[in-house]
C-alpha cells in the first residue's frame, strides 16, 4: 500500500488563496466578496475534515446565513473582532474565542464590522450527503462527490 505523500510544515500565510472567492451560485456569491480563504487542509492532502485559514475585509461576511445537516463545524478566532450572527441573536468575538456548531443546529455566519482585517481558522468535517440549508434565502446544498450543488428551494437549478 502506497503511503500518501507528507508535506513538510509551512507558514500558512504561505497557502495560496482559493482562486475561486465563492461556490455560491449568483447572485449569492457577491455577498461574500471581502472573504478569502486559504485551503490548509487541501494543501495536505487531508480527505476526513477540512481546515481553512479565512480572512474577511472590513464588511466582509464568511458565508450566507446557513446550517449543515450532517457537518459539525467550528472557527477559532485568530485576529479581529468579528460578530457572530445566529438565528438568536449575536455575539461579539475576540483573538482567541471559539465556537463550534453541531450537525443540524443554529443557522450561523460571521460579519466583520470593524475597519480591521479579521483572520480565523474554520473546521469542518466532509461527511458524505451533507446538505446546507439557508434560513434567509432561496437557496439549499448538497454534498455530491465533494462538491456542492446548489438548488432553489423548489428544487430548481440556479443557472
Known sequence: MKQPDTKPAIA?????????PSVYPNPFGARVAGRLKRQLGDFFGLQNFG????????GAQSALLHRHSRQDEMIYILEGTPTLR??????????????????????????NRT????????????TPGDEGSYPEDDLQ??????????????????D
Open 51 to 58: 481546515v481553512n485559514l479565512t480572512e474577511l475585509s472590513p
Open 115 to 126: 475597519k480591521t482585517i479579521v483572520r480565523y481558522l474554520e473546521i469542518g468535517d466532509r
Open 141 to 158: 446544498a448538497v454534498l455530491e462527490a465533494g462538491k456542492w450543488v446548489f438548488k432553489q428551494k423548489d428544487g430548481s437549478h440556479y
Open 86 to 111: 445566529m438565528e438568536d441573536g449575536e455575539q461579539l468575538l475576540q483573538p482567541g474565542m471559539c465556537a463550534g456548531f453541531p450537525a443540524g443546529g443554529t443557522a450561523h455566519h460571521l460579519i
Open 12 to 20: 500558512a500565510q504561505d497557502v495560496a488563496v482559493r482562486s475561486k
